[in-house]
């Protein structure tokens, strides 16, 4: 699957710098409009925290990708992540007396083909807020965390205008929540969106 890369656009404008973004793309990169594609955010408060926010909360954060259908990646602060499949949704829609949904937010965009690369681009929004611009990036000839940030640089720079004001982390460190530091999984991106969410204050 190769690896990924998650930027947020943060001052872009809604659907006029998203079309800017498909039509450089299509036009200047040759890039294939592949269709759409989407994501699923939730938050959850464990219920003995479920009055107030406090030091001693316990959040769980539950990712699911168009690219793994059936299946959801799930971590608790300071634990692991892990791939599920999609039925403990329901599960934890049951599990009410230990947590309780904060927040859930959908997101849909538009996916492309660019020679090594597959673009997905959606707007964020939570709720009825606009919060910029979401790009995903795969590179496909590499598979090893960590190794492609200057061919991510290098593609981020030639797609957005030089105004964009960019939010992006290169370097994770996998084996903390559990994950290799050697082969990129989906898992992988399912936790850059729970860590982009978080240092984003997106939720």
């Known amino acids: 699957m190769g690896v990924t890369c998650l930027v947020r656009w943060k001052n872009a404008t809604g659907m006029r710098d ?8 299509t036009k200047s990169f040759h890039g294939k409009n592949t269709g759409s594609w989407s994501l699923a955010f939730k938050v959850f408060r464990d219920t ?7 030091k001693d909360s316990k959040f769980l954060y539950q990712v699911s990708l168009t690219q793994r259908p059936g299946y959801v990646y ?9 791939e599920v499949e999609k039925e403990m949704e329901m599960i934890l829609s049951r599990l009410k007396n230990l947590w309780h949904l904060r927040q859930s937010v959908t997101i849909e965009g538009t996916s492309y083909e660019i020679g090594d690369f597959t673009l997905r681009v959606a707007n964020i929004l939570i709720g009825s807020t606009y919060k910029g611009l979401l790009l995903e990036i795969d590179y496909h000839p590499c598979s090893t965390p960590n190794t492609a940030n200057e061919i991510f640089k290098e593609f981020i720079e030639s797609i957005v205008p030089p105004t964009a004001q960019l939010s992006c982390e290169y370097e994770y460190n996998y084996e903390t929540v559990g994950l290799s530091n050697n082969e990129f999984t989906i898992a992988h ?11 984003d204050g997106l939720f």
């Open 189 to 199: 991106t399912g936790y850059q969106y729970m860590k982009l969410f978080k240092s």
């Open 48 to 54: 003995d925290n479920r009055q107030s926010v406090s």
């Open 18 to 25: 998203f079309t800017y973004i498909a039509e450089n793309v």
């Open 74 to 82: 799930c971590m608790v602060d300071g634990s692991v992540v892990v």
